[in-house]
């Protein structure tokens, strides 16, 4: 069974600092089965990041993925008070075929 | 634009079934490119990936609820359906169904909560 562990598990930054979001797997995860999401309150998950670094439609280049293997990175440059939210990584292919980490919640000061 | 719109019952009983629907609108639920499937998340709790379905009916679900789940096809209505038997309270959660563009899930519906209950 993959498990995805996400840390930290709360971040607490300024707007306009840089967020630095970790995603690390229990086994190898094909770069291509990785992505990211973000859940604001009362919403839908929303994908930002899929293929480990391709970024959605209309998704802001603020936004970027990177990583391999066990080890993925979510980086937002220059915050911005709606980023506070949720954040999910998720992977497919593995056993079981998709899981998500247990997210890591983005405090906006 | 693609809508995904989850409908069934809010609550329901211990040791019942729970079932869900998702009417898909604004393209086609036969189209080739996709797997549809149903995310949960408890309530103040992460994402659960339940399973997920191709038009032609192949499905493939989480192994953990893996006796217990079914998720159907009806592409004569654009829907697909979520049955989980023999529920308890760990079932309560906010259901989602998506939609599954090769290995993520590009479009959600807005959620639905599913209270378990006597």
């Known amino acids: 069974e993959i498990v995805l562990t996400q840390s930290p598990v709360t971040l607490s930054l300024s707007p306009g600092e840089r967020a630095t979001l970790s995603c690390r797997a229990s086994q190898s995860v094909s770069s291509s089965y990785l992505a990211w999401y973000q859940q604001k309150p009362g919403q839908a998950p929303k994908v930002l990041i899929y293929?480990?670094?391709s970024r959605a439609t209309g998704i802001p280049d603020r936004f970027s993925g990177s990583g391999s293997g066990t080890d993925f990175t979510l980086t937002i440059s220059r915050l911005e008070p709606e980023d506070c939210a949720v954040y999910y990584c998720?992977?497919?292919?593995?056993?079981?075929?998709?899981?998500f980490g247990q997210g890591t919640k983005l405090e906006i000061k | 634009q693609l809508q995904l719109q989850e409908s069934g019952p809010g609550l329901v009983k211990p040791s019942e079934t729970l079932s869900l629907t998702c009417t898909v609108s604004g393209g086609s639920i036969s189209s080739s490119s996709y797997y549809w499937g149903w995310i949960r998340q408890p309530p103040g709790k992460g994402l659960e990936w339940i399973g997920s379905?191709?038009?032609?009916?192949?499905?493939s679900y989480n192994a953990s609820l893996n006796s217990r789940v079914t998720i159907s096809v009806d592409t004569s209505k654009n829907q697909f359906s979520l049955k989980l038997n023999s529920v308890t309270a760990a079932d309560t959660a906010v259901y989602y169904c998506?939609?599954?563009?090769?290995?993520?899930?590009?479009?959600w519906g807005q959620g639905t909560l599913v209270t378990v209950s006597s």
């Open positions: 379905i191709y038009y032609s009916g192949s499905t």
């Open positions: 998506t939609r599954q563009a090769s290995h993520y899930f590009d479009y």
């Open positions: 998720q992977q497919y292919g593995g056993s079981p075929p998709c899981s």
């Open positions: 293929g480990a670094s």
